[in-house]
């Protein structure tokens, strides 16, 4: 696979759970998507985009499938599209788009799916937002750019609470989070509210990590003794490596605050390139944390992603 390819087909569709049809050719809008396509909008999924090579394999198999049949915006070819980092970006003439996601969680199977009882979008797809907009026809050379080495670090938020779930309590810890890490530089892609339910924070965890791939994942929240407080329990077990460092100096730094700092079991950990950091839940707790964070967190995601010696992000 080389850094040039072609675009075989543009497709729309004009309400979500359907199928795409080709179109002649697709008018793309900065920061929206397609025009006229049910996708579009502001967030990170505005243009879906599927290898041919991968509709072949599929097709090797005895399916007979039309372009957009998967639910696929662009088809193109001469890349391995999977392989590729979040942050790889794809020049189309005037057009540049930038890949935000890898795969996605297929919780209601599409059309396609229904007929032959498969479907390779949540496995070889890949999702981008429009950088700059234009014009994308069958034909069009597509020019693969490498991420931007000097790009913010992304970081993602969770909060766990059973009550903030259930809209009984307000979250004033993710937004916090959210604030210190912007303030900071950091790019934050999603926030999540979610109950303490490890299964669900487990999969949003593997979501950020391998599909986003999220540069920090922060949470807040079921670090304590409660019964429902799993929090650490579930991070362990999605993670690779742990880095014990981490929770141990904001505990030791918590415990200058207050005594009860002792009480927190929150854990940090690394799973592929996504470095995992638990705080407790009290905002009081998550903004003194956040701050003894900050001052190492940058050097630490530079060895991680091995950018050390660079000027990156600020």
Not at 186 to 199: F, G, H, Q, R, T
């Amino acid at each position: 696979m080389g850094t040039k390819g072609k675009v075989i087909a543009v497709c729309i569709s004009e309400k979500k759970g359907t199928q795409k049809v080709e179109v002649p050719e697709i008018k793309l809008v900065p920061d929206w998507g397609i025009e006229g396509d049910a996708h579009a909008g502001k967030w990170h999924r505005q243009v879906s985009l599927l290898a041919l090579e991968k509709i072949d394999e599929f097709k090797s198999r005895g399916a007979s499938v039309e372009n957009g049949a998967f639910g696929e915006n662009i088809i193109v070819e001469g890349f391995d599209l999977r392989a590729l980092p979040v942050g790889t970006r794809f020049r189309i003439g005037d057009v540049l788009l930038e890949l935000t996601q890898i795969g996605k969680e297929c919780h209601t199977h599409c059309a396609i799916y229904h007929q032959v009882g498969d479907c390779i979008m949540p496995r070889e797809g890949v999702f981008t937002a429009v950088l700059e907009g234009g014009i994308v026809k069958a034909g069009d050379e597509v020019e693969l750019i490498d991420a931007d080495p000097a790009r913010p670090f992304t970081a993602a938020w969770i909060t766990l609470s059973d009550k903030g779930a259930a809209g009984e309590r307000e979250d004033k810890s993710g937004p916090l989070i959210g604030k210190m890490l912007t303030e900071a530089g950091y790019n934050v892609v999603e926030s999540v509210l979610i109950p303490d339910e490890p299964a669900m924070l487990k999969a949003q965890l593997i979501r950020l990590a391998d599909q986003r791939q999220v540069n920090v994942i922060i949470t807040t929240g079921g670090t304590g003794f409660a019964p429902r407080d799993r929090t650490p329990e579930a991070t362990t077990e999605v993670c690779d490596r742990m880095a014990p460092g981490i929770a141990e100096a904001l505990r030791a730094y918590s415990i200058t605050k207050t005594p009860r700092g002792m009480l927190s079991r929150g854990v940090a950990g690394i799973r592929k390139q996504t470095l995992i950091i638990n705080l407790p839940g009290s905002p009081k707790a998550v903004g003194e944390c956040m701050e003894y964070l900050l001052t190492s967190l940058d050097h630490g995601l530079e060895m991680l992603l091995e950018r050390s010696g660079e000027c990156a992000r600020h």
